[in-house]
Every structure is written in C-alpha cells, then in structure tokens.
C-alpha cells in the first residue's frame, strides 16, 4: 500500500518562507501525477499546485509566483516551496499521488502563518 508522509509545517511570519516535503514509500516515477492540497478551517480542499510524471508543473492563481512544486526522485520525495507567506496561505497541506485510477493522501502537515 502506498504511504505518503508530509513534514515541514510550522509557524512562520507573514513575508517568510517553508518547505514541505511529500516522502512517498515507494518510487514517485511510478505515479502519473502529484500534488499539494490545502485546507483551512471551515473552507473546502483547495487544490494548490500538480507535477506530472513528465515534470510538467502547475499552480493555483492564488499560489503561482511565491510556491514551486519540485521532486527528488532517488529520494522519492517531493517539495513545495512557499515564499512570500500571507495570512490565507494558513491551512493544512495535503499530499495527493495518482497512479491507475487511485488517489493516495497523507496524513497533512499545518501551516500558521503569524503577523
């Protein structure tokens, strides 16, 4: 069974910058597609940003410019980074892997984001 482990979550100033990481237990080349979700409280899932297995990337509006989605594959790892924080960036991040028709999500990392 696919396991997926978020890490990197934390408090962090408004203006400043994390990474998360997505670590999978077997080998990202073999999913078609991975991504990043968020969610705060009280709002639905808002999908934040994708990498195909082809390394093409993309991002939510509210995200392109200060996040980039990246991939380490001998690691079987992949990363968000976050600069340029704002208060609505505050949520839980999810990690999502696609691969055959199943959807794989770990457990979330929190992100609070502070004056």
């Known amino acids: 069974q696919v396991q997926l482990r978020e890490s990197g979550g934390g408090l962090v100033q408004a203006g400043g910058s994390l990474r998360l990481s997505c670590a999978a237990s077997e080998s990202i080349a073999s999913f078609e597609s991975m991504d990043w979700y968020r969610q705060a409280p009280g709002l639905r899932r808002e999908w934040v940003a994708t990498?195909?297995?082809?390394?093409?990337?993309d991002y939510a509006d509210s995200v392109r410019g200060r996040f980039t989605i990246s991939r380490d594959n001998a690691k079987n790892t992949v990363y968000l980074q976050m600069n340029s924080l704002k208060f609505e960036d505050a949520a839980d991040y999810y990690c999502?892997?696609?691969?055959?028709?199943?959807?794989?999500w770990g457990r979330g990392t929190q992100v609070t984001v502070s004056s």
């Open positions: 990498i195909k297995s082809n390394g093409v990337t």
């Open positions: 999502n892997a696609l691969r055959d028709y199943m959807y794989y």
